[in-house]
């Protein structure tokens, strides 16, 4: 049965969770939020576009899971804690079914980060669903892209590749998972506050994303591929085949960071006490550009280097 717009939104008031900073959410012309005092508002945008990011057959559920997921994920690499968020849903058609299992995996998500959903706009349109994402963090303990300084480990958590795996017609249902219903590292982003000089989270791919690491910081790394984290999964490709995925693929949505190697020990039980896994994976160095080593330490150019909307023209 098709509902009228204010059904919709109907729908999703009576489920949006609160919290108390959240003076007013849905149901007026605007959200009244009351920021902590002393901290900054983090706020990050992403959207998830139908046939871009996601097929048109994926299950409203992941949808609603990943267009927050991936937000939180944004948060994550800025050390920030998230408390609010906004939903932009286009649709090309007002189904209640479709509307509950896409609120069911959104709103699970945001209730696991004691994260309200505090306004947003409910449109026709080709399926499209933007998300703002709003967070705190002490000023000291922001985690930018910039600030890696030569000598510094550089680390990433989880394990890198599966979700670029999962869009293999023939991959297994935990790689398929993995791309449909990314975690973002949300509790170890807050566990490297203080601890990390720079960080971001991998949506585009390894050599992309620690290449923007690298650019606004302006420096560059040397990053040994046999320690990339590899997860059973992908164990059994050849290293090539699979140096490609770790590299080059996107939306695994773990953390890549940087820290000097005094705090090594420090890291890795803060971050245990997250239940995150992570390891170093090379260094920081002064030399611009970043550096792929095979195991006998040669240079190893990736077939693709990062997913990006609108790549450059080449010259
Ligand atoms: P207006 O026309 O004044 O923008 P809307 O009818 O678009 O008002 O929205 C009414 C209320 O419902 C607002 O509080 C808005 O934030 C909220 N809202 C609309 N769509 C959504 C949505 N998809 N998710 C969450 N809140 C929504
Ligand atoms: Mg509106």
């Given at each position: ?9 109907e729908r999703i008031?009576a ?7 959240v003076?007013l959410?849905?149901g007026?012309?605007a959200?009244?939020?009351a ?9 990050s945008?992403d959207?998830?576009?139908?046939d871009v ?6 299950r409203?559920?992941?949808?609603g899971?990943k267009?927050?997921a991936?937000?939180?994920?944004d ?8 408390a ?16 509950d ?14 994260v ?19 967070g705190?963090?002490p ?16 680390w990433v ?5 599966d979700?670029?795996a999962g869009l293999?017609?023939d ?9 449909a219903?990314?975690w ?6 807050l566990?490297l506050?203080g601890?990390?000089?720079a960080a971001?989270?991998v949506s ?7 290449g923007?690491i690298l650019q606004a910081?302006g420096?560059g790394a040397r990053i040994?591929l046999e ?7 992908l ?9 490609a ?6 939306d ?7 820290a ?5 020990t ?5 971050l ?5 896994t992570?390891c170093v994976?090379?260094?920081i160095e002064?030399?611009p ?7 006998q ?7 693709c ?6 790549p450059?023209?080449q010259?």
């Amino acid at each position: 049965m098709q509902a009228g717009e204010f059904d919709l939104i109907e729908r999703i008031r009576a489920r949006a969770g609160t919290r108390s900073d959240v003076l007013l959410g849905i149901g007026d012309d605007a959200a009244l939020l009351a920021p902590r005092a002393g901290e900054l508002l983090v706020l990050s945008c992403d959207t998830l576009n139908v046939d871009v990011h996601f097929a048109r057959t994926a299950r409203a559920v992941d949808i609603g899971h990943k267009a927050l997921a991936v937000n939180l994920s944004d948060l994550a690499a800025m050390g920030a804690e998230p408390a609010w968020c906004t939903l932009a849903l286009s649709l090309p058609e007002a189904v209640e079914a479709w509307l509950d299992a896409f609120l069911d995996g959104f709103l699970s998500l945001a209730e696991r980060h004691g994260v309200a959903l505090v306004g947003g706009d409910t449109t026709r349109g080709p399926l499209a669903v933007t998300v703002t994402v709003h967070g705190f963090v002490p000023a000291t303990m922001v985690l930018r892209r910039a600030g890696a300084r030569i000598g510094d480990d550089v680390w990433v958590t989880g394990s890198l590749g599966d979700a670029a795996a999962g869009l293999a017609a023939d991959a297994s249902p935990a790689l398929r998972e993995r791309l449909a219903r990314p975690w973002p590292r949300v509790a170890a982003g807050l566990a490297l506050r203080g601890l990390a000089h720079a960080a971001i989270d991998v949506s585009d791919g390894l050599a992309a994303d620690l290449g923007h690491i690298l650019q606004a910081s302006g420096v560059g790394a040397r990053i040994e591929l046999e320690r990339l984290p590899t997860s059973a999964e992908l164990a059994g490709l050849d290293a090539a085949q699979r140096w490609a995925l770790q590299t080059g693929g996107g939306d695994d949505y773990e953390l890549c960071f940087c820290a000097a190697r005094e705090h090594r020990t420090q890291i890795l039980a803060a971050l245990a006490a997250t239940a995150t896994t992570a390891c170093v994976i090379g260094q920081i160095e002064a030399e611009p550009g970043l550096r792929l080593l095979d195991a006998q330490g040669n240079p190893w150019q990736p077939p693709c280097n990062g997913w990006q909307h609108f790549p450059a023209a080449q010259a």
